[in-house]
């Protein structure tokens, strides 16, 4: 990042704020000392370009303009500003109440291309928001990933109003083909990003889910209109998971096989000392052979045989993987750092813009505080103060901005011409609108008066951007979550437990739990709840859809728990909690699998060439490995424990066994 060219940056907007008037090329580089020092005219031109492209990338409106018609498109008398009037965000303000749901609103978003601009946003809005001191603890916290391929590829033509074009291989026929699209709108739901648009060869409207884009997208040239009728939120409803449209008869060992008890519209068919037989509906033949490869000996096949083949080649693979898998390999890499994004002189600007109006909003402002506000350490915001001492045109009387710092506190004057924040852009207007919207869907949150007011005040602050409130939705709760949801909020709202039937899997039982909830929280598409288990007496993580019921009771929750932990927890949203008794499993991830490591929180991750990767889980018990990788059919194999290791090879040994029995 270079303080040089953010400076210049800066006081190049300070400038043309100033005047309507506006200002030549030769003024601007007089007034400016950092466009004096380029060892050249041509590198000086070549920099000042640079600029306008910086400035105008990052939505602020500078303008090219002639006093002479004649001479509109001759570079050397033309002039340039900033229209204060398209620059400055709306005269809005929120309440502290409304101020705190926006701040739910930014964190919906997981680390990804939006959560930055969230961000952004919500700095934007802190200079128009009274310091009430609200803040609210989202009883249900949701989360938005952007972590689909090629999703800022989309995103950019889809903001731009481009073409976008790509190979993608359609789920119905299997067959890739290369598709051309005018996109009007992007949403998640299911667990899926999907573009939706114009389809110019099939000539009407269609979905594609990004994840079965088989390249990189390419944006074409050229625009295009989007229907006015068109509602990503409507579209994204009329989406429907794929109904079972076949039934499989497997026969389970009494007691066992859980998952597949449990299924809706699962039928017994006949029981038995040694077996049931079991009615079982499905969609897909792949999830649901990876399902009963997993159950081991436990279960097997009946009919239709071709499933039965299918779950016979998975543990076939799984076993020549579990063979072939390295003996004695450790992770050296260690705990995968946390990527941060660079910073760039853009994104230092930006910061700069954001933090002035805040200072004047908000005169006396602690150093600390203000640091975690805009998210540096308080080195880093002290040498912004001093970048913002120093920017601004050196031969204007009292053209620069007086800064001072008086026990710890910060006195901002003399920034009229910064005084407001910059409009929102089109990502940063998005990434609020969205998570309003998200929250707005949620049980118990339908009606929020907050929410309601805040996203009628948000959509006229963001003016023409604002538009993308209709381009852009998510679905992150259905229809058999909902009731769950609904009175597992009860119980939080009233502070008291309640009594479930919980799906464990890694004992293929159903046991009868008495709970405290604390949270519900989203990850990765799946709901969870966070709560004190009173049979264990101790923190606990149930997932939603392996509720089987939930009921209040009379009885108040009386838990005592750590504060410090549950922040902690809060922060991290992750489904699985260590312990001291856990156990380290090692185990080779294949490209199609290497989605274990983020879906079971790896502590440590190596790469091993050819997209394969080591990944190290902390497990509570290691019971459910070998199922885990049989239904992976070779995608992972365990390799340490050495005991796990044989012990997972003695498990698809004598399932590969009992297949062929069948």
């Known amino acids: 990042m270079s303080a040089k060219r953010t400076e210049r940056l800066l006081t190049l907007v300070i400038m043309l704020l100033s005047s309507r008037r506006g200002f030549t090329k030769e003024e601007l580089f007089e007034e400016i000392d950092l466009y004096r020092e380029a060892t050249s005219v041509a590198a000086r031109e070549k920099l000042f370009d640079r600029d306008k492209a910086a400035l105008r990338e990052q939505g602020i409106p500078l303008e090219a303009f002639s006093e002479d018609t004649l001479f509109d498109n001759d570079n050397t008398v033309q002039r340039y500003r900033i229209s204060a009037e398209d620059y400055r965000l709306g005269g809005v303000t929120f309440l502290p109440e409304e101020y705190a749901v926006l701040n739910l609103a930014a964190g919906v978003w997981d680390q990804g291309s939006l959560d930055s601009a969230a961000s952004r946003a919500l700095r934007k809005l802190s200079s128009r928001s009274s310091d009430g001191g609200t803040e609210l603890t989202p009883l249900i916290q949701p989360r938005i990933t952007t972590d689909a391929p090629y999703w800022d590829v989309v995103w950019l033509a889809l903001t731009s109003r481009s073409p976008l074009r790509f190979p993608y291989r359609a789920a119905s026929t299997g ?396 922060r991290s949203a992750s489904p699985y909690r260590s312990g001291s008794s856990d156990h380290a499993v090692t185990l080779v991830l294949e490209p199609r699998a290497r989605w274990i490591a983020d879906q079971y929180n790896a502590d440590a991750v190596e790469e091993l060439g050819e997209d394969r990767l080591a990944a190290r889980l902390r497990v509570a018990s290691t019971s459910w490995i070998p199922g885990l990788v049989a239904g992976l059919g070779g995608g992972a194999a365990v390799v340490g424990p050495e005991d796990l290791r044989e012990e997972t090879l003695r498990w698809l040994q004598a399932a590969r066994a009992h297949q062929r029995l069948a």
């Open 175 to 570: 067959r890739e083909e290369v598709r051309t699209i005018h996109p009007w709108g992007m949403g998640a739901r299911f667990g899926h990003w999907y573009v939706v648009g114009y389809d110019t060869l099939r000539e009407a409207e269609r979905f594609f889910r990004l994840s079965r884009m088989t390249g990189e997208p390419a944006v074409l040239k050229g625009t295009f209109d989007v229907p006015a009728s068109f509602d990503m939120n409507a579209t994204l409803s009329s989406l429907s998971r794929s109904e079972p449209d076949r039934t499989a008869v497997v026969a389970l060992r009494p007691g066992s096989c859980q998952v597949l008890r449990v299924r809706k519209d699962a039928e017994v068919l006949q029981t038995g000392e040694e077996w049931d037989t079991l009615r079982v509906p499905y969609a897909a033949s792949s999830p649901m052979a990876a399902t009963i490869a997993g159950l081991g000996v436990n279960a097997r096949v009946e009919e239709p045989q071709d499933l039965a083949a299918q779950v016979a080649r998975l543990l076939e693979s799984a076993y020549e993987a579990a063979l072939a898998a390295p003996h004695g390999l450790e992770i050296t890499e260690g705990i995968r750092p946390v990527p941060r994004r660079k910073s760039s002189s853009q994104d230092h600007l930006l910061r700069l813009l954001d933090l002035v109006p805040y200072l004047l909003a908000h005169p006396g402002s602690e150093v600390g505080e203000t640091a975690r506000k805009f998210d540096v350490t308080e080195s880093q915001l002290t040498k912004d103060l001093d970048l913002l001492f120093v920017s601004g045109p050196r031969h204007y009387p009292d053209a620069l901005m007086d800064v001072n710092i008086e026990d710890g506190r910060i006195y901002l004057t003399n920034a009229r011409d910064l005084a407001e924040p910059v409009k929102l852009s089109m990502d940063e207007a998005c990434s609020l609108i969205v998570g309003l919207q998200a929250l707005r869907e949620l049980p118990g949150m339908r009606n929020n008066e907050a929410i309601v007011s805040a996203q009628t005040k948000l959509t006229a602050a963001a003016g023409d951007a604002a538009h993308i409130g209709t381009a852009v939705a998510t679905k992150l709760t259905e229809d058999d979550i909902d009731p769950t949801l609904e009175v597992l909020q009860a119980a939080l709202q009233t502070g008291v437990r309640v009594e479930v039937d919980y799906f464990v899997p890694t004992r293929d039982e159903i046991t009868h739990r008495l709970l405290e909830p604390i949270r519900i929280f989203l990850h990765q598409d799946t709901w969870y709840l966070e709560a004190w288990c009173v049979d264990s007496d101790g923190l606990r993580n149930f997932r939603l859809d392996r509720i089987q019921s939930a009921s209040l009771t009379d009885q108040p929750a009386t838990a005592n728990v750590d504060e410090a932990s549950l922040a902690r927890g809060r």
